[in-house]
């Protein structure tokens, strides 16, 4: 391998290309990792992180709603939204310094600027040419926008981040999680928030119940939702947008944030002229252990458009390293990964659907409850918790978990344990419930709602 630079060179420092770049160095490994904007990439400067921070923020208009049910009173209430994210920006920023640090002290070189690839071993950054025995294609990817007339005026989640002022009406436009969560985010802090999404329910991909719950719930906190609904156009006149929908009906907002999806980002990294595959959608191809169409070059994350989640970069980081430089072949295990989405009430959700389960095993058993949380029994709050559990029948494996609630991401992550540990209904029934909690419910439904 000495005859190369490095050993492996990552394009991209967001949650896969750091990991993988730490790992493969604490194997021994010379590494590099290339970076052309941000340390951490998305989810540490325009995901993950500053958006559950924003949905903290915004998650407070309610509580003080909810402290008079107990017994307080809360004076006058200001919200300054410059200093939200000038506080955002200082934690972001410490983060970034974090990174740095961990990239540092594990001996992996950084280097700032747009790489770019050469030949199947070199990568040109900043006019200076790299060579490397494997090179990471880890690039993240970048927010879409449709070609309408007046797009321009419109913003995407990277920009919301940044806004100069909270905007008085918004709307948000997909039907994704990040779509729903910026909803809430600025309805909860304030905005008249419209969410319009083309297809008939949001959150494709996710348990029919939990969709339709928490669409319920959030139009019961005055979201303006509208499916099967889209902007044909926008215009700007003085300082408000004007959208007008594909039925004719229009919109006025400050604010209009597109959230429709994510595509590979692989622009100009010279990924066709060394013959990468790629997919229809411009993700690269991988094989189970994340091997490019190009043997020497490997990619990981969201550029091959597989699970975009942090963790699933995070760990298929450290599979590659394993792969490459521990002689131990690691391909990902995508199985039973949890997620969750910071709406407001949140969904936490692991394991199969209703659907996908009915598809995959025929005969399932269902178990669903639906209740007021005892402390909602004080805030005359209408919220409805959501539980549910999926089982296939013949083994009596539960093979999906799903919830709208509060903390419902907190609570899921201990029952994916239990899902990827393969547990069936009656190992759930064996184990006592933490009382009084929400979570209990999980372990104490015994009836069945649905058969097939
Ligand atoms: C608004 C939002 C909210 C999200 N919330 C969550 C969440 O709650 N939970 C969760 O698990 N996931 C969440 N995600 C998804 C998560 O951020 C991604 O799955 C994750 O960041 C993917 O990691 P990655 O390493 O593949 O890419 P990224 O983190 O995107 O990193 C890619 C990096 O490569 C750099 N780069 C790109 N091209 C080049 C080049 N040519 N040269 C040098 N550098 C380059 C980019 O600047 C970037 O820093 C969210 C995403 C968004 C947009």
């Given at each position: 391998m000495a005859q190369y630079d490095f050993d492996l060179f990552s394009i991209g420092a967001g949650s896969g290309g750091v990991r993988a770049s730490r790992m493969s160095a604490s194997y021994g490994a010379r590494v590099a990792v290339a970076e052309e904007r941000y340390l951490g990439g998305t989810c540490v400067n325009v995901g993950c992180i500053p958006k559950k921070l924003l949905v903290y923020a915004s998650g407070f208009a309610e509580e003080f709603e909810a402290a008079a049910g107990f017994g307080w009173s809360?004076?006058?209430?200001?919200?300054?939204?410059?200093?939200?994210?000038?506080?955002?920006?200082?934690?972001?920023?410490?983060?970034?310094?974090?990174?740095?640090?961990?990239?540092?002290?594990?001996?992996v070189q950084r280097l700032e600027g747009r790489a770019r690839i050469v030949d199947p071993h070199t990568v040109e950054i900043g006019g200076r040419s790299f060579t490397a025995a494997n090179l990471l294609v880890a690039t993240g990817g970048w927010p879409t926008l449709p070609k309408i007339p007046g797009i321009e005026h419109a913003i995407s989640s990277n920009e919301a981040f940044h806004l100069k002022e909270l905007p008085r009406r918004v709307v948000v436009v997909g039907g994704g999680y990040i779509a729903v969560e910026f909803a809430g985010i600025f309805n909860g802090l304030g905005s008249r928030t419209t969410e319009?999404?083309?297809?008939?329910?949001?959150?494709?991909?996710?348990?029919?119940?939990?969709?339709?719950?928490?669409?319920?719930?959030?139009?019961?906190?005055?979201?303006?939702?509208?499916?099967?609904?889209?902007?044909?156009?926008?215009?700007?006149?003085?300082?408000?947008?004007?959208?007008?929908?594909?039925?004719?009906a229009e919109l006025e907002a400050e604010q209009i944030l597109y959230a429709i999806g994510r595509a590979p980002n692989i622009a100009g990294l010279g990924l066709e002229q060394v013959g990468v595959a790629l997919d229809g959608a411009g993700a690269v191809v991988v094989d189970a252990y994340m091997r490019t169409s190009v043997p020497s070059i490997w990619a990981i994350g969201d550029v091959t458009n597989r699970l975009n989640l942090t963790p699933v970069a995070i760990h298929e980081g450290m599979a590659i390293a394993a792969t490459l430089f521990a002689g131990r072949p690691t391909a990902p295990d995508h199985s039973d990964v949890p997620t969750a989405v910071f709406s407001q009430p949140p969904v936490g959700t692991v394991g199969l659907t209703e659907s996908a389960a009915r598809e995959r095993f025929g005969a399932l058993d269902v178990y669903r409850t639906s209740f007021r949380s005892l402390r909602n029994t004080l805030t005359g709050s209408e919220e409805k918790t959501l539980m549910k559990l999926v089982v296939d029948r013949a083994s009596q494996r539960v093979v999906g978990a799903h919830m709208v609630g509060p903390e419902a991401g907190e609570i899921i992550q201990g029952i994916a344990i239990a899902v990827k540990c393969h547990a069936t209904k009656a190992m759930f029934d064996a184990t006592l419930g933490i009382h009084p909690t929400a979570a209990e419910e999980f372990v104490t439904m015994r009836t069945p709602v649905a058969t097939s």
């Open positions: 809360v004076g006058e209430r200001t919200f300054d939204w410059a200093r939200l994210l000038e506080n955002k920006d200082r934690e972001i920023a410490r983060l970034n310094a974090v990174y740095a640090r961990l990239l540092d002290e594990a001996g319009l999404y083309r297809g008939e329910l949001f959150l494709r991909g996710f348990d029919d119940d939990v969709r339709r719950t928490l669409a319920d719930e959030m139009r019961k906190k005055g979201i303006d939702l509208r499916f099967g609904a889209d902007i044909a156009r926008i215009e700007k006149r003085g300082g408000v947008l004007r959208a007008r929908l594909d039925d004719g």
